[in-house]
T-cell receptor, first 116, second 112 residues
C-alpha cells in the first residue's frame, strides 16, 4: 500500500514568511511524528500525535512552530516568521498504534525547507 | 541525557570487502533500530533489536546488540555498490513508547 507522503518535497521561502508542511501518514496509523533533520545529523524529534491530539510537543524549538492533526490523519506543521536557522529537512513518520506499544516508525521522504 | 554516537561517520570501501559500523549509546534502552537512507529518500527500517545478544541478518547486513556494553554493530559482508547509503542507529527512551534518539549517521560509499 501507499507509504507516508509529504508535500511539498521542496520549499524555498524568505526570512519572516509563514510556511505549512503537510504529511499524509499510512492509512490507519494512529501515531504520527514530526522530526527535523539538519545536514549531517540524525533526525531530531519535534512532536508526536496520538490520534488528533499532540501527546508530546516537547521537541518544538519555540512558539513559532505549531502542528495540527484535526481529523487524526493528515497533519500540518506550521512555521511562523521563518528564520534561516529553520532550514532543514522536515520528516514525518507514522506507526500503527503509538502509545499502545513500541513499534517501528515509517518515514516519508521529507520536505526540504530553505529559508533565504 | 541519552546520547547516541556512531562511528565512523564516513566510510568509503571497495566492493567485496567486509566492514562494521558501530553505535554506542549512553544510558539503558529497551530497543535499538537501524535505518537506511538513500539521498533524497525516506528512512527505511532495517532492523529492530530488542534484547541483549540479539542478532538479525538480512542479505549482506547483520546487526547485533550488546546492552551491557551499550553497543550495537552493523556488519557488512562482501559489500556491493547497492549498499551505498547513509545508515542510522536510533535508540528509544526507556520510559517512552515513541521517542527515539538518533545517531548522526554513517555515510557509506561502496566503489565498484
Amino acid at each position: 500500500g501507499a507509504g507516508v507522503s509529504q508535500t511539498p518535497s521542496n520549499k524555498v521561502t524568505e526570512k519572516g514568511k509563514y510556511v505549512e508542511l503537510r504529511c499524509d501518514p499510512i492509512s490507519g496509523h494512529t501515531a504520527l511524528y514530526w522530526y527535523r533533520q539538519s545536514l549531517g545529523q540524525g533526525p531530531e524529534f519535534l512532536i508526536y500525535f496520538q490520534g488528533t491530539g499532540a501527546a508530546d510537543d516537547s521537541g518544538l524549538p519555540n512558539d513559532r512552530f505549531f502542528a495540527v492533526r484535526p481529523e487524526g490523519s493528515v497533519s500540518t506543521l506550521k512555521i511562523q516568521r521563518t528564520e534561516r536557522g529553520d532550514s532543514a529537512v522536515y520528516l514525518c513518520a507514522s506507526s500503527p498504534r503509538g502509545l499502545a506499544g513500541k513499534e517501528t516508525q515509517y518515514f516519508g521522504p521529507g520536505t526540504r525547507l530553505l529559508v533565504l | 541525557e541519552l546520547k547516541v554516537e556512531q562511528n565512523p561517520l564516513f566510510l568509503s570501501m571497495q566492493e567485496g570487502k567486509n566492514y562494521t559500523i558501530y553505535c554506542n549509546y549512553s544510558t539503558t534502552s529497551d530497543r535499538l533500530y537501524w535505518y537506511r537512507q538513500d539521498p533524497g529518500k525516506s528512512l527505511e527500517s532495517l532492523f529492530v533489536l530488542l534484547s541483549n545478544g540479539a542478532v538479525k541478518q538480512e542479505g549482506r547486513l547483520m546487526a547485533s546488540l550488546d546492552t551491557k556494553a551499550r553497543l550495537s554493530t552493523l556488519h557488512i559482508t562482501a559489500a556491493v555498490h547497492d549498499l551505498s547509503a547513509t545508515y542510522f542507529c536510533a535508540v528509544d527512551l526507556t520510559n517512552s513508547n515513541y521517542q527515539l534518539i538518533w545517531g548522526a549517521g554513517t555515510k557509506l560509499i561502496i566503489k565498484p
